[in-house]
């Protein structure tokens, strides 16, 4: 009989209760659903953040390379182009002389996230900008050349 008794114990403990997986599976399920949503949430900061950093280094690398042009050879073309294997991200060059004969011109260098795919920069774009001004000057041109 004692043998019987604990054979039917045994039997009768060899699984959970339902009440206990429903127990079990909610609070897995309210730890769970705010973890993915944080782990989601980083994701996209972290990918907002590498698109910022990635149009601030372009934006400055094409206005120091359209200094260093326009010092040179004194060149007012305005340049305009995607940035190489970055989909979506482009890029524009302006320049504006300050005044007739003044020898100072204003170069502007705006990289951005083209969200409308119209190929050119518009108000509420996340972008980098970066402005800078550079003077003609005869020892610019001769170090150039």
Same mark, same amino acid.
């Given at each position: ?57 372009? *934006? ?7 200094? /260093?042009?326009?010092?040179? +050879?004194? $060149?007012? %073309?305005? #340049?305009? @182009? ?19 004969? *003044? ?7 705006? /990289?951005?996230?083209?969200? +409308?795919? $119209?190929? %050119?920069? #518009?108000? @509420? ?19 150039? *050349?």
């Amino acid at each position: 009989m004692n043998y019987r008794h604990s054979n039917q114990a045994r039997r009768n403990r060899t699984g959970q209760s339902i009440l206990e997986l429903i127990a079990a599976t909610t609070i897995i399920a309210i730890a769970l659903v705010p973890a993915l949503k944080l782990m989601r949430d980083s994701i996209r900061i972290g990918r907002q953040t590498e698109t910022v950093n990635i149009l601030a280094t372009f *934006s400055m690398s094409k206005l120091e390379e359209h200094l /260093a042009r326009t010092a040179a +050879n004194w $060149n007012t %073309t305005p #340049d305009t @182009g995607a940035i190489p294997n970055y989909n979506g991200l482009r890029f524009q060059v302006t320049k504006v002389n300050e005044g007739v004969g *003044s020898g100072l011109m204003r170069i502007t260098s705006v /990289a951005y996230e083209d969200g +409308n795919g $119209n190929g %050119t920069y #518009d108000a @509420g774009e996340r972008n980098a900008t970066f402005v800078a001004k550079v003077a003609k000057n005869v020892a610019y041109e001769q170090e150039a *050349s």
